[in-house]
């Protein structure tokens, strides 16, 4: 079965506008999140439009911050300052990546914990694996959401996370260690990653690399959660997005599967709305 996540995330975001006109009603304003834009990385400008039309669509204000691409260091540091100081500020998000003159963890760092939506602050990372309240990344967020919904209670499955990276591998398996699944984390240097894949229950695949997990790797009745977006070249010219998991395959060998597009990536930006309203503050 595949897993539609347009429709899951469109429950979740319908959910948001609810509360923030419940908030309304209250006599609070409107959740506010600042996106800071560095360059034109056209990739990065789509996200940025992305989410800022579901902010509106929301009810939540946006506040959009385009630099360009020669911005130093220290201008963008002096802009993360002055909104971490603005009380009409919730949330800020700095769209990655960063050109080379800029040190992405510096600018990370910097980001107050409690503005820092996308969960990528070390103290926010922190909390997150030590089974602490705080901003969890939006992107494994709604990959656990996504799994909840399809599987309920993850207790004692057996989860292959792919990946270590500090956005998507790392506070995935802290998510499913949170939720009493049993986590094998594989990277690149893992050996024999098949076997590892045969085993699991769960497979979240975040590596990067075009359609690596293939569906003879899988167990039978796995779930598979494809985090991967990849641009690879169409037969007859143009490009084709395509996942971490050979989709046909797995298909016929999952119990429920991901699709790229379509999977993944809405529910990402829905729990980044969601997060923003929590950064307002308690709901009504």
Not at 103 to 115: F, G, M, R, Y
Not at 252 to 275: D, F, K, Y
Request: one cysteine or more; a neutral charge; hydrophobic letters at 45%.
């Amino acid at each position: 079965m595949i897993i539609d996540g347009k429709a899951h995330a469109a429950r979740l975001r319908a959910d948001v506008a609810q509360a923030v006109i419940a908030r309304a009603s209250a006599g609070a304003r409107a959740p506010a999140l600042a996106v800071v834009l560095v360059g034109e990385d056209p990739a990065s400008q789509v996200y940025v439009r992305n989410k800022i039309a579901a902010c509106r669509e929301a009810g939540i204000t946006s506040i959009e911050q385009r630099l360009a691409p020669d911005t130093s260091e220290a201008a963008l540091l002096a802009l993360v300052a002055d909104l971490n100081a603005d009380s009409g500020v919730d949330g800020i998000l700095v769209q990655l990546p960063l050109p080379p003159q800029i040190d992405t963890a510096k600018v990370i760092a910097a980001i107050s914990p409690d503005k820092d939506v996308d969960g990528f602050h070390p103290v926010n990372a922190g909390r997150l694996a030590t089974g602490l309240p705080g901003f969890v990344p939006c992107t494994p967020l709604g990959c656990l959401r996504l799994l909840q919904a399809t599987l309920g209670d993850l207790t004692g499955a057996e989860a292959l996370v792919i990946g270590r990276s500090n956005i998507v591998g790392r506070p995935m398996a802290s998510l499913l260690i949170s939720a009493s699944a049993t986590v094998t984390v594989a990277h690149s240097r893992s050996r024999d990653l098949p076997a590892l894949c045969q085993r699991a229950d769960i497979v979240v695949a975040a590596v990067g690399r075009p359609e690596m997990v293939r569906g003879s790797w899988l167990k039978r009745g796995a779930t598979v959660i494809d985090v991967g977006i990849n641009r690879v070249p169409k037969e007859g010219g143009g490009t084709r997005l395509v996942g971490d998991v050979a989709f046909d395959e797995a298909e016929s060998v999952a119990a429920h599967i991901t699709p790229v597009p379509g999977g993944v990536g809405p529910m990402t930006i829905a729990c980044l709305l969601e997060n923003t309203l929590w950064a307002a503050g308690p709901r009504p």
